[in-house]
């Protein structure tokens, strides 16, 4: 059971609540996991989710690699919930199977691509001090571009974050949900 209820269900909210939880129904179909209980203050709530779809949805990176970076952000962090709500979208967004077994089983970046192991070193960097060496970072510049690796590093920190809102209510995860072994 969460720290703090997750206000899930429309019943659940309060009027200054309300806007904020349709429009993640509306987008989502539903209101779980950290948004359920960031939606405890609205306004943070709002922004978080503006922040996090623009990453995801709009931003300039492919929806794969989208993917295999918040994949890499919750393997690193062992962000149970994150995982678990990011690998079926990971996966119908064409993420390798390769990829998730590598992140999953803690090998990686052995058996990555050389794009996928310097983003997933990046991942590795930033999460373990929020910054990296020189050299990595100029190649991610090369490849990416200055736009893209900034967008690259707001999506880690911001699927950073949500990992720790997760942790830190206990979000249960679902009983179909795959589990990040320890």
């Known amino acids: 059971m969460p720290r703090v209820p997750q206000l899930s269900t429309r019943d659940q909210v309060n ?37 996090s779809s623009y990453l995801r949805f709009k931003g300039k990176i492919a929806l794969e690699q989208v993917e295999w970076i918040i994949l890499a952000v919750a393997r690193e962090r062992n962000s149970k919930f994150v995982w678990a ?9 064409g993420v390798r199977e390769e990829y998730i077994d ?12 050389a794009d ?3 983003v997933y070193r ?3 960097a930033l999460v ?11 190649r991610l510049q090369r490849r990416w571009g200055t736009p893209c690796l900034m967008e690259m590093t707001a999506l880690i920190g911001c699927y950073l974050m949500l990992g ?3 942790g830190a209510v206990e979000i249960p995860l679902r009983p179909t949900d795959e589990v990040l072994p320890d």
């Open 122 to 124: 990046y991942v590795q």
């Open 128 to 138: 373990a001090s929020s910054t990296c060496d020189a050299p990595l970072f100029e």
């Open 85 to 93: 709500d990011h690998l079926a979208p990971a996966r119908k967004a």
């Open 164 to 166: 720790v809102v997760a």
């Open 15 to 51: 009027p200054e609540q309300l806007a904020v939880f349709e429009r993640l129904a509306g987008a989502y179909g539903h209101v779980q996991g950290p948004s359920s209980v960031l939606l405890h203050s609205p306004d943070i709530c709002e922004r978080v989710f503006e922040v």
């Open 102 to 113: 590598a992140v999953r089983a803690k090998q990686a970046p052995e058996g990555l691509t």
């Open 116 to 118: 996928e192991a310097d």
